[in-house]
């Protein structure tokens, strides 16, 4: 296990698994930039995210975006910005910011890269098998 410290990240990653898109302006199939790809499969299924405690974010030339789904007063999930709250630098420390797609656990510890577009369903794959995540599905 990496040192948890006392830094923003390893306060998120106790509480959250992060999904973390490291890309520059690397073109997808659809011709959208990579990482425009990655946001739109994620944006059809917040509520999976959601129930597998994940914040996702955005790694680019410096700059870190950050989207975390919660339920709002009338129990629809919503999506809003977290990045003032992550600590960009172990975050690149944990990725080395190699372009793709990195999960990193509840422990902080990266679980697995993907080097290309990944689909949700492959993403949850991945989480859902995870010990944690088990314990998690039989105590809810």
Same mark, same amino acid.
């Given at each position: 296990?990496?040192?948890?410290?006392?830094?923003? @990240?390893?306060?998120?990653? =106790?509480?959250? +698994?992060? @999904?973390?898109?490291? !890309? $520059?302006?690397?073109?997808?199939?659809? $011709?959208?930039?990579? #990482?425009?790809?990655? #946001?739109?499969? %994620?944006?059809?299924? &917040?509520? $999976?995210y959601l129930?597998?405690?994940? =914040?996702?974010? &955005?790694?680019? *030339? /410096?700059?870190?975006?950050? &989207?975390?789904?919660?339920?709002?007063?009338? /129990?629809?999930?919503?999506?809003?910005? @977290?990045?003032?709250?992550?600590? =960009?630098?172990?975050?690149?420390? +944990?990725?080395?910011?190699?372009?793709?797609?990195?999960? %990193? $656990?509840?422990?902080? /510890?990266?679980?697995? !890269? &993907?080097? !290309?577009?990944?689909?949700?369903? *492959?993403?949850?794959? %991945? %989480?859902?098998?995870?010990?944690? +995540?088990?314990?998690?599905? +039989?105590?809810?």
């Amino acid at each position: 296990h990496p040192e948890q410290g006392d830094s923003p @990240l390893a306060s998120a990653a =106790i509480q959250n +698994r992060l @999904l973390v898109i490291c !890309t $520059g302006d690397d073109t997808g199939a659809t $011709g959208l930039p990579l #990482y425009a790809e990655q #946001y739109n499969e %994620i944006a059809k299924d &917040w509520v $999976g995210y959601l129930e597998r405690d994940m =914040i996702v974010v &955005w790694l680019r *030339d /410096g700059v870190l975006t950050s &989207w975390t789904p919660f339920l709002n007063e009338s /129990g629809e999930v919503e999506v809003r910005h @977290l990045a003032e709250s992550l600590d =960009i630098a172990g975050l690149r420390e +944990r990725t080395n910011c190699a372009p793709g797609v990195h999960l %990193i $656990g509840k422990d902080s /510890g990266l679980k697995k !890269t &993907w080097r !290309t577009f990944i689909l949700n369903k *492959d993403v949850f794959a %991945i %989480i859902d098998a995870m010990p944690m +995540r088990q314990q998690e599905m +039989r105590s809810n």
